[in-house]
């Protein structure tokens, strides 16, 4: 009986670990892709916020989550990432505004390079909402017809849903009235194009996550 719990104990921490550790790595991949979009670079001759290029990683590693953790656990870091992200765009406001100790120096730099644009960052944290919810529906839809087949579908077709609907959020949220609308377009056509090619390449990395459920059956055997 003792070894039992003992493995089924092994099982559960081996289940829980995974998930910290997916999770960790979707809050943070969305910090830094919404601090990495204040800057807009040429990439690939194409005119797009620095963030589009880590940004994707987010619904391979959100259908990881959902995989391990289930629908809820998922539907939890999406609006928990949300949250993570305006505490970030508040905190940083509150920084840049904040006295600075003169004897430093006057230290502009800091609202100069972090001050946080406020209609692009919330631009992205919308658009991250709306489109990530939007995924993990298309996700459980998947799963809910195919089951533990074909896995690489649940990630291609969520993410050829979500990511133009996440592209055209905040590209219009974003950009709509302050550049020509050609130009909203372009950037909305690279965000697409980027995030489907990024979604292609880290599409195998489903296979390599064991959903919830093996876990507890690794346990109980």
């Not at 970030?88 to 904040?98: H, I, K, P």
Request: proline share 4%.
């Amino acid at each position: 009986m003792n070894q039992d719990n003992s493995i089924s104990g092994k099982a559960s921490s081996g289940w829980l670990g995974v998930l910290v550790f997916v999770v960790g790595l979707y809050l943070a991949c969305t910090l830094i892709a919404n601090i990495a979009s204040l800057r807009i670079v040429i990439f690939a001759g194409f005119s797009i916020d620095a963030g589009t290029l880590i940004y994707p990683l987010t619904f391979t590693l959100r259908d990881l989550i959902h995989k391990v953790g289930g629908t809820k656990t998922a539907r939890a870091t999406i609006f928990t990432g949300a949250g993570v992200n305006v505490l970030m765009v508040v905190y940083f406001w509150w920084v840049s505004t904040a006295p600075a100790d003169l004897e430093v120096g006057p230290q502009t730099e800091w609202s100069t390079v972090l001050g946080p644009q406020w209609r692009i960052v919330t631009a992205s944290i919308i658009a991250m909402l709306i489109a990530e919810l939007i995924d993990t529906y298309v996700y459980q839809k998947w799963v809910s017809r195919f089951k533990y087949k074909y896995q690489w579908g649940r990630v291609l077709s969520s993410n050829a849903i979500s990511s133009p609907i996440d592209s055209l959020v905040f590209s219009f949220i974003a950009f709509y009235g302050l550049i020509p609308i050609s130009v909203v377009w372009s950037i909305f056509a690279s965000m697409v194009g980027i995030k489907l090619i990024s979604s292609l390449v880290s599409l195998p990395a489903i296979y390599l996550i064991r959903p919830k459920l093996e876990w507890t059956l690794e346990g109980q055997s």
